[in-house]
């Protein structure tokens, strides 16, 4: 893919001519800026200009389609997970109010309270050991989160450190030699980019083939590269963030199993010392009940946040595919009107940008 070079160059667009209404509608487009000052770029060079814009256009089309697709994709992921937590924590709380409803039964049954706590001895003993593996599951899912959001950080900090050695090697650039060596360093902050990012990043090679001896190209390229930059350390500090967030929520995890396995184990050596006794086992299960009526409002609050987790998600992908619709619309308006009206529109493009010939 090609990143939209001038996207971060700094080109403001104030259009003072008069337009067709097709063309004021995708002028007046947020996106339409940084697009039509890259479409100047490609028009600079007498040789394929219309054939590397037209190219461009297309590319951006495919890469906005790509992005909905793959935005489709992590949505069907995310609603699978959330059809899947919701079937289980609703199958908790059932199992909480199952509970609970079986202790105000057994309450009354008061004959049979001796068989049935044997029954729930050997049934909390299994939730034990079940939780224990919950346990260690959750243990290597939370260690195999935190390796993988480590080596992005450290992906990004090596980004940092290869942006500042292209960006000397661009300071120090005054002669065609030093070509390669330029076009190699800054190729190896754009393999950072596409590692992390997924998406690949390039320099038009007529614009890196002037840098040696035109100061703009360079500062142009610096400031591009400074940009980077400030991107490598902006997402390195949400990947650091990410990680802590995620060590904390997976702590709280776990020490709520480690909490509920506790629980369960202390009633079980509770209800063993209470066998064939009446009153205690009475006075057991009223506790019993409480304590399931706590772990049932905490599944609850659970079953809400993770409603309103599949909620956010939802609207986030909502959001993304209607952005990456407008965009799939937008360039096609543009690669068509470019198309019909080349003539003009080149010329619109030479007069608005004469800074970047």
């Not at 770029?41 to 190219?55: E, H, K, S």
């Not at 389609?65 to 919701?86: H, I, M, Y």
């Amino acid at each position: 893919m090609i990143m939209i070079f001038a996207l971060i160059s700094g080109f403001n667009l104030n259009s003072n001519t008069d337009s067709s209404s097709a063309f004021v509608e995708i002028e007046s487009n947020k996106k339409s800026d940084a697009l039509f000052a890259t479409l100047a770029i490609q028009l600079t060079d007498q040789n394929g200009g219309y054939d590397r814009a037209i190219a461009t256009l297309t590319e951006l089309i495919k890469a906005a389609r790509d992005q909905a697709f793959q935005n489709n994709l992590t949505w069907r992921k995310t609603e699978e997970l959330c059809t899947v937590s919701k079937y289980k924590l609703n199958e908790r709380q059932e199992f909480f109010d199952g509970n609970l409803n079986n202790y105000v039964k057994e309450r009354l049954e008061t004959d049979q309270i001796n068989a049935e706590s044997k029954d729930l001895i050997s049934f909390k003993e299994k939730s034990v050991s079940a939780y224990k593996e919950i346990l260690e599951r959750e243990k290597t899912l939370h260690s195999n989160e935190n390796a993988k959001l480590k080596s992005v950080v450290e992906l990004l900090e090596e980004g940092v450190k290869r942006t500042d050695i292209a960006i000397s090697a661009v300071q120090n650039w005054t002669t065609e030699v030093q070509n390669n060596d330029v076009v190699n360093k800054i190729n190896d902050v754009t393999y950072t980019y596409k590692k992390v990012n997924n998406f690949k990043v390039v320099i038009p090679a007529s614009v890196l083939r002037e840098g040696y001896k035109n100061s703009q190209v360079r500062h142009r390229i610096l400031a591009w590269l400074g940009q980077l930059k400030v991107l490598f350390y902006d997402q390195m500090n949400q990947y650091v963030q990410i990680a802590k967030n995620r060590a904390h929520l997976g702590k709280a995890i776990e020490n709520e199993i480690i909490d509920i396995a506790a629980y369960l184990q202390k009633e079980v050596k509770h209800l063993k010392k209470n066998v064939g006794n009446y009153k205690n086992i009475i006075e057991d299960l009223s506790k019993n009940k409480e304590n399931y009526d706590m772990l049932s409002a905490k599944n609850r609050d659970l079953i809400d946040a993770n409603n309103e987790y599949c909620r956010d998600e939802q609207e986030s992908y909502l959001k993304l595919k209607a952005d990456f619709e407008d965009s799939v619309e937008l360039y096609s308006k543009i690669r068509l009107y470019f198309k019909e009206n080349y003539a003009n529109i080149k010329e619109f493009l030479k007069n608005k940008y004469r800074n970047i010939q």
